[in-house]
């Protein structure tokens, strides 16, 4: 065991669980616990919106994507930056204005019924434990290799960890622990970045030449079809990442975080320019490891790719530089997994005990309590799926929750602010034909189940084609809210009148 990489692992534990114990004194009420009481800057948020995004799929898996194929792995760093324009232009200052805690506040707004409320929790709840899952698995295929101790222990510390920060510190601690998190991948990034770029003689278009015969794809490593041999496959996994990020719950609930729709807005210029940043730097990372590491060490240490960068950074940079990316890496799972917990835990302790169970009638305590063994409840589970998902590639697992993301939440977003029929019919019906289409189409797909034994969870033919089901599924959920809101008599145009105007005002409070 490298000393180096125990004394950077402890430095980096030691200053979030310092953040953890002052952000703790803060937190006395829900409003403390669920937003940091909205007192973050435009900054502050962009920074943590940032550390909360660019998660083990971004740094680990992206990497080791464009490491084994190329233009193919790149196609997730598009999708990951496109996708915050969705959420700028549609999504960012609608939220904002018309929500308190959770995604089912904002559509409550309009649909005051339990139904509504229920379903957005659970789709909420769903996508946290897929996102829950790629982040343990990152952090599991990765403290196994620094400190050669078995998967499931190191699944288990990160899941004790990021329990932790949600317990004591809720989100302030989590927003902290996020923006420390982005300083330091940006830096550990930028780092490799120059490293790679000197191999090439800081010559880019030496780079792309060079990459045409340092993996056994040749030239094809730079075209796209060496992973997603079908255009429709890498359509879906498109829309899927495009849309999805404007669904993701503990994407949505910073912008509760800060004081106006202004300055959530200002929380989005800030992310892209990060988000952005960063994703152009991952063709530097895939590339790299792919021309210095070798696609078949890169594969022998991770069959999935995972460990590209740390490996890259080993052989640029020596065991030092290894050490810290890789507990870089660990801080931005730690960062992840604690805003994931408290997303998941939020959509329970708030939505269905606050709002359905107690109707209302809970003190913050009560409130703070029930989000506290929701935070254990939330852990434990995703640990124990996490087990059996080694094999899976981060990035993957974190498109599928993008899919639930995109085909059962964001449809709602959007009838929900711009469509006056809209009903409670139709927001139920959009979310259920949503997340079950998505849920049904990931479980007969290549995804799941393939041929070769060991190659997925199931052994056997897939049933439906595309890896990623987005392409049916988005628009199945799109067409259900539309099919259930035409199919019964309900509406309240005087409703939607008030929501148009409190969206785009903030109920008059910014003028």
């Not at 620094?146 to 499931?152: E, G, K, T, V």
């Not at 697992?397 to 602010?417: G, H, M, W």
């Amino acid at each position: 065991m490298n000393p180096i990489v125990v004394i950077l692992f402890l430095i980096i534990v030691g200053l979030t669980l310092v953040v953890t114990y002052f952000a703790a004194k803060k937190t006395n009420t829900a409003s403390e616990f669920y937003t940091a009481g909205g007192g973050l800057t435009g900054w502050q948020n962009g920074l943590a919106i940032a550390g909360d995004y660019l998660s083990a799929a971004s740094f680990l898996g992206i990497a080791g994507a464009i490491a084994l194929y190329g233009f193919d792995g790149f196609l997730f760093s598009i999708g990951y930056l496109v996708a915050y324009l969705v959420v700028l232009f549609i999504v960012a200052e609608p939220l904002r204005n018309l929500g308190k805690y959770t995604l089912a506040d904002m559509i409550n707004s309009r649909f005051n019924a339990k139904k509504v409320r229920a379903g957005a929790a659970i789709s909420s709840i769903t996508i946290v434990i897929f996102y829950m899952i790629a982040q343990l698995v990152g952090a599991g295929a990765l403290i196994q290799l620094l400190f050669d101790i078995p998967y499931w222990i190191a699944v288990l510390l990160v899941g004790i960890m990021m329990t932790v920060y949600v317990l004591f510190g809720g989100m302030t601690a989590t927003s902290w622990v996020q923006i420390i998190k982005a300083v330091l991948l940006m830096a550990g990034t930028i780092i490799i970045s120059f490293l790679v770029l000197k191999e090439f003689n800081f010559n880019i278009f030496e780079m792309f030449t060079s990459m045409k015969t340092a993996t056994p794809h040749g030239a094809d490593y730079l075209n796209p079809g060496v992973k997603y041999k079908m255009p429709l496959d890498t359509i879906s996994l498109m829309i899927a990442l495009v849309l999805g990020t404007a669904g993701l719950p503990h994407i949505l609930m910073r912008f509760f975080t800060v004081r106006d729709a202004k300055t959530a807005r200002s929380s989005v210029m800030w992310a892209t320019w990060i988000v952005g940043i960063f994703y152009v730097m991952t063709i530097f990372l895939g590339f790299g490891a792919a021309a210095f590491v070798g696609q078949d060490l890169i594969v022998s240490t991770n069959a999935a790719g995972n460990m590209a960068a740390p490996l890259l950074a080993q052989v640029l940079g020596g065991d030092f530089l290894m050490s810290f990316v890789s507990a870089v890496a660990f801080a931005t799972i730690l960062a992840v997994v604690a805003g994931l917990v408290l997303s998941g835990a939020s959509a329970f302790a708030h939505d269905i005990y606050g709002q359905i169970i107690k109707k209302g009638n809970v003190t913050d305590r009560e409130q703070m309590l029930a989000a506290r063994y929701a935070s254990v409840g939330v852990a434990v589970f995703s640990i124990i799926l996490a087990l059996f998902a080694q094999s899976l590639n981060v990035a993957f697992l974190v498109s599928l929750a993008f899919c639930i993301a995109a085909s059962a939440n964001l449809p709602v977003i959007v009838y929900t602010i711009f469509w006056k029929k809209f009903n409670t019919a139709g927001a139920i019906s959009a979310m259920a034909t949503g997340l079950i289409s998505a849920l049904v189409l990931v479980s007969i797909s290549p995804s799941v189940m393939n041929p070769v034994e060991g190659a997925a969870i199931i052994t056997g033919n897939p049933i439906f084609p595309l890896t990623n089901p987005a392409l049916v599924s988005v628009p199945l959920g799109f067409i259900g809210g539309w099919l259930g809101t035409l199919l019964t008599k309900e509406s309240d145009v005087k409703k939607f009148a008030e929501v148009t105007v409190k969206a785009n005002t903030g109920g008059f409070r910014q003028l």
